[in-house]
């Protein structure tokens, strides 16, 4: 079992930035791969970033390549998602996702995923 808690979420500005973060609880945090999700009114779940259980491996939707980064501490039970260039359309309330257990390569569907935070709403405003 793997309970997840995000934080950091917030309001900013376009352009700004924003660092969430995910703490885990469970000893069996290492093994799994990591995600992050988010959810816009009136749309679906969509995948933002995922990183491996190792944290060698990650991928990012094509929407935040080169703005968001995603990282793991697992010395902490923690999972990151630094935000920078934000834009009004990463609004939405953000999850984060453990699963995957010992994959290599981290999945990037919601039906990989076992265990989910309850989301931190991250507003960006123009």
């Known amino acids: 079992q793997v309970q997840l808690v995000e934080s950091g979420g917030g309001l900013v500005q376009a352009g700004g930035s924003l660092r969430l973060s995910c703490a885990a609880s469970?000893?069996?945090?290492?093994?799994?791969?990591m995600g992050w999700f988010r959810q816009a009114p009136g749309k679906e779940r969509e995948f933002v970033a995922a990183?491996?259980?190792?944290?060698?491996?990650?991928y990012y939707a094509d929407s935040v390549k080169g703005r968001f980064t995603i990282s793991r501490d697992n010395a902490k039970n923690t999972v990151y998602l630094q935000m920078n260039s934000l834009k009004p359309e990463d609004t939405a309330v953000y999850f984060c996702?453990?699963?995957?257990?010992?994959?290599?390569?981290?999945?990037?569907?919601?039906?990989?995923?076992?265990?989910w935070g309850q989301g931190t709403q991250v507003t960006v405003s123009s």
């Open positions: 996702a453990a699963g995957g257990m010992y994959y290599t390569n981290p999945p990037r569907a919601r039906e990989e995923y076992d265990y």
């Open positions: 990183c491996s259980w190792t944290g060698r491996s990650t």
């Open positions: 469970g000893r069996t945090f290492s093994n799994y791969a």
